[in-house]
DNA sequence: CGTACTATTGATAGATATCAACGCTGGTGG
DNA sequence: CCACCAGCGTTGATATCTATCAATAGTACG
């Protein structure tokens, strides 16, 4: 089964056509380096880009070149569904690690849309985009930095045990620190320090890729995780 | 015309049945008194809210009962598209001030997806709701407090404008400063001083509801507002 | 074996929160 | 009609959080 498969069956169950008609589109996938833009700020694409493999991010440059990291895009994600509707990219999409990406034409993703089932899916995806998106203008808005981060390490262990890709607590997380302070608007000074803490206190190791969380519970104590916004099944949720 | 039309018609034209089938939905529209519940966090709604009049929110409390503003509500605004998808509300929905509200019940929405040109327009709304969601993420994330506060100041003008119920550069804006410091993560003593910093700019005038913007160029100046993230066509960006 | 990026640390500056107090205003009950 | 009260805006003093600057060390990579 393929991870857009496993994915959007989190949702509901699809039938077998269905399954065949989503396996049929992820063909000719590329391999993308990291830091390697898939889409540009006032592009108007064509194709809708799925991720395979790796991690991306949708971001947007300030006039003073600040950078600010708005979304994680990991395997199982699409970036740029909204083509269909809105002419112009208002922002930016990069590879933060290497990639497998692979590019969905327009007619594909009309054609899948047709399906209900799919189309739901979908939907549904777009939705609970958004509800994370709210979740992290709170994470920002209202919680000091390493509680922030906390939060988001939860999130990230959540969105990859939905796609089969975590290795019980642990997950490889291929970013750096400025990376990371980019997403939290956070120093890259700060993020450091409030990793610390959170090593400190027993939570986490992260050393290279690899993200582990030591103490799951503590963790999400720490940071007052509430998964609801994911709006997981209870299928979804039960899965390590 | 009513302002649900007179928002979906900045993204294309509306045929007049299209027109008589959004007149029809606004019927039996109720009062609600300021700051009272929409909807509540965990609720399944049936039907969905549509603002006619007055000023809304989207929020979440945290557990230590702090209070995060994610959205502010305009009239033509849709409240809870999502519940044909998502079972339970993961926020909750509060007016700000007075408002007009209608309850459109499932079937009728259902009738208006039917309609190519309104559903396109709906989901043109969702799209430019989520694009809205990722602009806060980076004016929270990367601005300081003056600058967060006059880049909310400008989209509202042309929020507003767009379904016509500005007064030139000047609105209704019918919140608190602590309301307003529960919208930009900040507390309601740094936003007074930071409103303070806009009128000493000659930006703003700011008393009880009534928002005037002294220096629109200025206040666009200086809190790098570009409006692209709306989405809007030529025909609304050129309404005044 | 340089080179460049990343992680780390210390010192200092700047932004923002918190606490406390006061005046103003609008509503409300006597 | 007036006294009182509650909420809001405002101000000052102080504490806390976070950024910036600068330096060092580890690490990967050509």
């Given at each position: 089964m393929n991870i857009l498969t496993r994915k959007l069956e989190a949702v509901g169950s699809l039938s077998d056509a269905d399954k065949r008609l989503l396996d049929s589109v992820i063909v000719r996938s590329r391999r993308v380096k990291a830091r390697t833009d898939l889409a540009t700020e006032g592009d108007v694409p064509d194709e809708v880009n799925l991720i395979l493999e790796g991690f991306a991010c949708r971001y947007k440059i300030l006039p003073?070149?600040?950078?600010?990291?708005?979304?994680?895009?990991?395997?199982?994600?699409?970036?740029?569904?909204?083509?269909?509707?809105l002419k112009h990219m208002d922002h930016s999409i990069a590879t933060l690690s290497p990639c497998?990406?692979?590019?969905?034409?327009?007619?594909?993703?009309?054609?899948?849309?047709?399906?209900?089932?799919?189309?739901?899916?979908?939907?549904?995806?777009?939705?609970?985009?958004?509800?994370?998106?709210?979740?992290w203008l709170v994470n920002i808005g209202q919680r000091e930095a390493p509680i922030r981060i906390a939060h988001l390490l939860c999130e990230l262990l959540v969105r990859l045990r939905a796609v089969g890709i975590n290795k019980g607590?642990?997950?490889?997380?291929?970013?750096?620190?400025?990376?990371l302070g980019d997403t939290m608007g956070l120093s890259s000074v700060h993020v450091n320090r409030s990793v610390q803490i959170l090593r400190?206190?027993?939570?986490?190791?992260?050393?290279?890729?690899?993200?582990?969380?030591?103490?799951?519970d503590g963790l999400i104590a720490y940071s007052q995780f509430n998964p609801n916004y994911l709006h997981l099944g209870e299928r979804a949720m039960a899965t390590r």
């Open positions: 003073d070149g600040r950078r600010h990291i708005m979304a994680y895009l990991v395997p199982g994600d699409f970036c740029d569904i909204h083509v269909f509707i497998k990406v692979v590019g969905i034409p327009r007619d594909k993703i009309i054609e899948l849309t047709e399906r209900p089932a799919i189309a739901r899916a979908l939907w549904w995806s777009a939705l609970v985009d958004e509800a994370t998106l709210r979740e607590d642990s997950y490889s997380l291929p970013i750096t620190q400025t990376e400190e206190k027993g939570l986490i190791t992260w050393k290279g890729d690899q993200m582990v969380i030591t103490d799951i």
